[in-house]
T-cell receptor, first 115, second 113 residues
Framework: ETGVTQTPRHLVMGMTNKKSLKCEQH?????MYWYKQSAKKPLELMFV???????ENNSVPSRFSPECPNSSHLFLHLHTLQPEDSALYLC??????????????FGPGTRLTVL | SQQGEEDPQALSIQEGENATMNCSYK?????LQWYRQNSGRGLVHLIL?????REKHSGRLRVTLDTSKKSSSLLITASRAADTASYFC?????????????FGEGTQLTVNP
């Protein structure tokens, strides 16, 4: 256990559905991340929440919408997804900027399949 | 090529042998980290080496860093079947905040019993 939990672990949804992925960290960290991991591709950083700052990868489509209500919880809201969005979605947390090395701690991921 | 490229893409060895994986990167870095991922699971941090360090050890792991060549290697000694996983290097660049890591595509290591 890394101290980062993700739910659900598996999700199958149609292209017209709306769903949300949840991530929670119990490490007292100040930064949280969403990554997309597709087969045979490097991890793609989607969003970063660090203290009060949100940084996003401009290549992420608007059908992915993050929400970070506090430093311990992170959501990824999904709507009108495409089959190519099927992937493993990983959440991670770290101490945040100015805290030194910034090792990231990952959750187990949500395996998303879009039909 | 992308920041943090691993080489080889796949490696298959026998239990007890050593496994060496390499990583190359492009920009100046603050540190380089190695992570491990078991199939379909999250990544687990293994070891971090700072830009002013050349070698670091942790148990059966040995990491080297050559900033002049912008490369790093991860050596796993006396491998075990349980070491079977994907291994990723990740760089923390001087040009971005310390919160952001750039990951490579990974090396799939298979250790045969």
């Amino acid at each position: 256990e890394t101290g980062v939990t993700q739910t659900p672990r598996h999700l199958v949804m149609g292209m017209t559905n709306k769903k949300s992925l949840k991530c929670e960290q119990h490490l007292g960290h100040n930064a949280m991340y969403w990554y997309k991991q597709s087969a045979k591709k490097p991890l793609e950083l989607m969003f970063v929440y660090s203290l009060e700052e949100r940084v996003e990868n401009n290549s992420v489509p608007s059908r992915f919408s993050p929400e970070c209500p506090n430093s311990s919880h992170l959501f990824l809201h999904l709507h009108t997804l495409q089959p190519e969005d099927s992937a493993l979605y990983l959440c991670a947390s770290s101490h945040g900027p100015g805290q030194g090395t910034d090792t990231q701690y990952f959750g187990p991921g949500t395996r998303l399949t879009v039909l | 090529s992308q920041q943090g490229e691993e080489d080889p893409q796949a490696l298959s060895i026998q239990e007890g042998e050593n496994a060496t994986m390499n990583c190359s990167y492009k920009t100046s870095i603050n540190n380089l980290q190695w992570y491990r991922q078991n199939s379909g699971r999250g990544l687990v941090h293994l070891i971090l080496i700072r830009s002013n360090e050349r070698e670091k050890h942790s148990g059966r792991l040995r990491v080297t860093l050559d900033t002049s060549k912008k490369s790093s290697s991860l050596l796993i000694t006396a491998s075990r079947a349980a070491d079977t996983a994907s291994y990723f290097c990740a760089t923390a660049s001087e040009e971005t905040s310390g919160s952001r890591l750039t990951f490579g595509e990974g090396t799939q290591l298979t250790v045969n019993p």
